[in-house]
Every structure is written in structure tokens, then in C-alpha cells.
């Protein structure tokens, strides 16, 4: 079946650095979301990609769609204490319905 | 507006039960989405109903089963519990258009003694 990697696995950072991660497949998606999860919650949005090339922004989040379909970057900046948590990437390429494959994500931890 | 919400939030069952968890989506959407998520498997999609009908279905077995009403409310059903069904329980809404967004509601979770 479908596969995600995500990478790294997860990593440490001082606050106020940069942040990339990355998520591959062997499959071409037609959609890609990133979402971010704190122990005990559900996972929340945080960035929705539709087309390949695509970059879209949220305050100082940013992804882009890969141009092969196949992989999709998420960036960022400044860190915060409260950025802290697991980051995943979702891939789906049904354009209707909500069967969407998921990485295995990223835990991400802020040193202050 | 309110966002998904799922009942109940915490539950312990004992192998050999079934167990019934329910989620009402954000107002609007017609699509809800079940993902079972565990420590050794991640988040792995159960099934969708949209407009009552189920749309897809993920690799699991027929223990788990669901369904949704006329007003999009939708409820998943877990027979003959086994240890390993303990998880947390995703349930997710959308428009079901084109171009869908997945959003998620806190999650229920089972823990099967």
C-alpha cells in the first residue's frame, strides 16, 4: 500500500531557530496536509496544499507541494517553546473522498 | 463555529466487548472519517461516510464498523474487542468536495483490558 516517510524523525532545536522536515512517498498525491498534534489531542491543521509547486504560508509556517507530486516541505521560522509537539504530513490522490495516508511525523522539541 | 467533537473522551473496555464511539462533525459537512491511531502503527484511515453511504474503507477487519445519519453524525462500532484495538480514535469532517480539507476532532480513547 501507499507509504509516507517523514523526516527526520524527530530533532532537537534551540528557540528562535529554522525548522524544515520533509515528507517523501512512492506514490504521486493530488493533496497534502500538514498537521501538528500535542500529547493527548487530536491532530490540528495547519497548512493545506492542492496544486504541485505549490507554497502557502501560515504566520511563520510555510509548505510547499513538490513538483513531482511526490513530496511535500514544511519550514519553520523563529521557533517557539509552543511549537513543540509531532508534525505530520497526510497524502491523498482521491480528489473526493478523506482516505488520507499518513507519515509516521516528526517530533519536534524547543530548547529555551 | 464548533469544531468536531467525539464522545466519549476516555473509555476502558474488557476484551470480548464492543464498544460504540460517536462524532458529529463541524456543522456543514457531510463527510466523517474514522483513523485509528496507535504507537506502532501511526494513523491509520478506518473508513468514510458521506451522505450516509460509506465512500471508502481502509485495511481493517470487519469487527470495526460504522455509520452515519441523516444529520451527518456518524458513530463507529468495534465487536469482540481485542487487546490490541486499544488506540486513539480519530474521527475527522469535511465538505466532501473537491480539494477536502480533514479536520479532526480530540479523539476517544480506548483502552481494552
Known amino acids: 500500500g501507499q507509504q509516507l516517510n517523514q523526516s527526520p524523525q524527530s530533532m532537537f532545536i534551540q528557540e528562535g531557530e529554522d525548522v524544515s522536515m520533509n515528507c517523501t512517498s512512492s506514490?504521486?498525491?493530488?493533496?497534502w496536509l500538514w498537521y501538528k498534534q500535542d500529547p493527548g489531542e487530536g491532530p490540528v491543521l495547519l497548512i493545506a496544499l492542492y496544486k504541485a509547486g505549490e507554497l502557502t504560508s501560515n504566520g511563520r509556517l510555510t509548505a510547499q507541494f513538490g513538483t513531482t507530486r511526490k513530496d511535500s516541505f514544511l519550514n519553520i521560522s523563529a521557533s517557539i517553546p509552543s511549537d513543540v509537539g509531532i508534525y505530520f504530513c497526510a497524502g491523498q490522490n482521491d480528489n473526493y473522498g478523506q482516505n488520507f495516508v499518513f507519515g509516521p511525523g516528526t517530533r519536534l522539541s524547543v530548547l529555551p | 463555529k464548533a469544531g468536531v467533537t467525539q464522545t466519549p473522551r476516555y473509555l476502558i473496555k474488557t476484551r470480548g466487548q464492543q464498544v460504540t464511539l460517536s462524532c458529529s462533525p463541524i456543522?456543514?459537512?457531510?463527510?466523517v472519517s474514522w483513523y485509528q491511531q496507535t504507537p506502532g502503527q501511526g494513523l491509520q484511515f478506518l473508513f468514510e461516510?458521506?451522505?450516509?453511504?460509506?465512500?471508502n474503507k481502509g485495511n481493517f477487519p470487519g469487527r470495526f464498523s460504522g455509520r452515519q445519519f441523516s444529520n451527518s453524525r456518524s458513530e463507529m462500532n468495534v465487536s469482540t474487542l481485542e487487546l490490541g484495538d486499544s488506540a486513539l480514535y480519530l474521527c475527522?469532517?469535511?465538505?466532501?468536495?473537491?480539494?477536502?480539507?480533514?479536520?479532526f476532532g480530540e479523539g476517544s480513547w480506548l483502552t481494552v483490558v
Open positions: 475527522a469532517s469535511s465538505s466532501g468536495s473537491t480539494g477536502n480539507t480533514i479536520y
Open positions: 456543522s456543514g459537512h457531510r463527510s
Open positions: 506514490s504521486i498525491f493530488n493533496t
Open positions: 461516510y458521506f451522505s450516509e453511504t460509506q465512500r
